[in-house]
């Protein structure tokens, strides 16, 4: 039986029937005679033990029933990477081996791997594969040095999902016979990782997109192995237990997408150490167990300087309880897309399209939530909606509709940030009166004609005499629009922001 051992076997990946585990002893187990392999398996029910027989520990494992025994000739120990190729494609002279897998999924994005189940139709030779799939073949090594070269030169997209890969090493050892490589699915493979910096080469030189989604890395190790990653677009890492985070530096600053699902983070304040990844567009928190979102560095209706680029953000299935850190993402500066179901915050309404409107009109340059795109006509009704809502709230807490004395607490502000901006900013003329400055004013669309002009007699110093009032707006091209209802609000003309009001008397 020793024959049948490989000399690295010792953390080593093996299948036992439909079982995958991971080699922790070989050798003799007294006083049963030959040879044993100690493995700790996936999936720890399959188990018996925690490495310990007989009152002797012969290996360790995470769980206290995850270990067993094995004979070796019961231990699979895998296939080099191009004869997987070829028996999965049918080119081993074997007949077509017909595939289950068609599509392989980074995140939300499925990508269709060609030429799978007719295969042997499409791509008759090795050296014309551009997209492959290898998922759950037994992958365990390279194989013969610069044979996946010479085979298959026009590689791009590869899918090494679950297969028997132990080592970043082996990684490498395929990749660099991979010229051109583009896409790397490595998830579900429990291999181990630099705990060094390695060194800087071309191997991965062109990757763009690379999952390593439960594969048990940790972000120091993604971090040891990031220099090697020029290019990285798209980096997938749910499940992998990953609790806090380190600040970039230097790496991973061309990623546009990162992916940390399922993996529970300390708390909020770890998104601030990848809070400056300069391209970042989209990142996906589901289930991360954070309960808060902050960013310190900016105060109320000021933009943070955190996540510039970042436009699409998951932070779905979370503990976020609290309309506070909804308020803080109307300080990222370019974010468009939210996805936020399955949060405690969300309990607080009962009526989902009244929650719907109160993201909305917090969050002032949202365009998609929770997949459902915002009209510019919802927009304005939330927004709308919103200082109806919490408009009496306003005037307690030092509110009014005289600029002059409108002074709302601390509180209200820190509970209601927006409020402020989500009146109008108007310009106010007097076109027969050349002498009186243009002067600028925020007022609510709530406010009547009637407290209009009471603001403007005050303001402009106005006799008792009859105002007139009318506005003109770059839409309706030099047209005046009266003002003539004074028990009508101003969104009842449809005045918008940076529109003009004429004082005539």
């Not at 036992?16 to 100690?38: D, F, H, K, N, Q």
């Not at 220099?227 to 980096?235: D, I, K, Y």
Request: neutral net charge.
């Amino acid at each position: 039986m020793t024959a049948r051992v490989p000399s690295d076997a010792l953390g080593r990946r093996v299948l036992c029937g439909a079982e995958y585990a991971t080699v922790r002893y070989v050798g003799s187990v007294p006083p049963t005679a030959g040879i044993w392999l100690g493995v700790e398996w996936d999936d720890p029910q399959r188990g018996k033990h925690d490495g310990t027989y007989e009152g002797t520990q012969y290996f360790k494992c995470r769980h206290p029933r995850g270990g067993s025994f094995i004979r070796p000739n019961k231990a699979n120990f895998g296939v080099d990477f191009l004869t997987a190729v070829k028996d999965r494609y049918g080119l081993n002279d074997q007949g077509v081996q017909h595939g289950t897998e068609n599509t392989l999924v980074f995140g939300k994005k499925t990508v269709e791997f060609v030429g799978m189940d007719s295969v042997a139709e499409q791509q008759s030779q090795l050296n014309r594969l551009v997209d492959i799939s290898v998922h759950e073949c037994a992958v365990s090594h390279a194989g013969q040095k610069e044979e996946i070269s010479r085979t298959c030169p026009n590689i791009r997209h590869i899918n090494l999902s679950k297969n028997l890969i132990s080592s970043w090493e082996t990684v490498t050892a395929i990749a660099s016979q991979v010229q051109n490589l583009e896409t790397l699915n490595l998830s579900e493979n429990k291999m181990k990782f630099p705990s060094t910096s390695t060194s800087v080469s071309s191997v991965f030189s062109k990757l763009r997109i690379l999952a390593l989604n439960q594969t048990q890395i940790t972000w120091t190790e993604v971090l040891l192995c990031a220099p090697g990653w020029p290019a990285l677009e798209e980096l997938y890492l749910t499940s992998n237990n990953i609790t806090v985070l380190e600040r970039p530096d230097n790496v991973l600053q061309t990623l546009k997408l990162l992916d940390l699902s399922d993996n529970q983070l300390l708390d909020g304040n770890q998104l601030h150490l990848i809070a400056h990844l300069p391209r970042l567009e989209q990142l996906i928190l589901r289930n991360t167990g954070i309960s808060s979102i902050h960013f310190p560095d900016a105060g109320f209706g000021c933009k943070t300087k955190m996540f510039p680029s970042l436009k699409r953000l998951a932070i779905n299935d979370n503990k976020i309880s609290q309309w506070s850190s909804i308020n803080e993402l109307d300080k990222l500066s370019s974010l468009q897309s939210l996805q936020c179901h399955n949060n405690p915050f969300m309990d607080t309404e009962k009526n989902p399209e009244t929650l719907r409107q109160l993201i909305i009109a917090k969050i002032s340059q949202l365009e998609v939530l929770n997949k459902s795109e915002i009209l510019p006509a919802e927009r304005k009704g939330a927004e709308l909606d919103y200082r109806k809502i919490f408009g009496n709230d306003w005037l307690a807490a030092g509110g009014n509709w005289n600029p002059e004395k409108n002074k709302p607490s601390e509180e209200f502000l820190t509970a209601h940030p927006r409020y402020p901006s989500l009146c109008l900013t108007l310009t106010i003329k007097c076109p027969e009166k050349p002498e009186q400055k243009p002067v600028e004013k925020k007022l609510p669309e709530s406010m009547t004609i009637q407290r209009v002009k009471g603001l403007l007699y005050r303001l402009l110093k106005i006799p008792g005499s009859e105002l007139k009032l009318s506005y003109e707006s770059s839409k309706l091209e030099g047209k005046e629009v009266e003002l003539d209802n004074d028990l009508k609000p101003l969104q009842f003309y449809s005045i918008e922001n940076g529109d003009c009001v004429l004082v005539r008397w």
